[in-house]
């Protein structure tokens, strides 16, 4: 079942990603795989439950997404900037809308920053 997953997992670590996301397994310890990482030999789901180790991953991805999606309205509002051809309500919309960005930007910053370091102190 989890040979399909398995596909993505590097070779000699089991934390594989793809274009920066992580796997839905990333902050799982490694003991819970094979040798080869072919696939996962223990899961525990009711004593020293893993679970939150999943969720800790997928919200890291989130977030990263969310901070890909930030730097595009940085870059949105830095079109709108240009051509607002001087128009004072044009200006501080995009102003604004860059503003607003920055600040989204920084706080995914903070919040994978965080994520990543609780995901690997809990994850081992």
């Given at each position: 079942?989890?040979?399909?997953?398995?596909?993505?997992?590097?070779?000699?670590n089991?934390?594989?990603?793809?274009?920066?996301?992580?796997?839905w397994?990333?902050?799982?310890?490694?003991?819970?795989?094979?040798?080869?990482?072919?696939?996962?030999?223990?899961?525990?789901?009711?004593?020293?439950?893993e679970?939150?180790?999943?969720?800790?991953?997928?919200?890291?991805?989130?977030?990263?997404?969310?901070?890909?999606?930030?730097?595009?309205?940085?870059?949105?509002?830095?079109?709108?900037?240009?051509?607002?051809?001087?128009?004072?309500?044009?200006?501080?919309?995009?102003?604004?809308?860059?503003?607003?960005a920055?600040?989204?930007?920084?706080?995914?910053?903070?919040a994978?920053?965080f994520?990543?370091?609780?995901?690997?102190?809990?994850?081992?």
């Amino acid at each position: 079942m989890l040979d399909a997953i398995s596909i993505f997992a590097a070779s000699n670590n089991c934390s594989g990603s793809f274009f920066g996301l992580h796997s839905w397994w990333y902050y799982l310890p490694q003991s819970d795989f094979s040798n080869s990482c072919k696939d996962i030999v223990s899961f525990n789901v009711l004593q020293g439950s893993e679970i939150p180790l999943i969720l800790m991953a997928i919200v890291d991805d989130l977030l990263r997404i969310a901070g890909i999606v930030a730097v595009a309205f940085v870059i949105y509002g830095g079109i709108q900037y240009i051509s607002s051809q001087g128009n004072a309500e044009k200006t501080a919309r995009a102003q604004s809308t860059v503003l607003n960005a920055l600040t989204g930007l920084a706080i995914t910053l903070i919040a994978v920053a965080f994520v990543a370091f609780v995901g690997n102190r809990l994850g081992g």
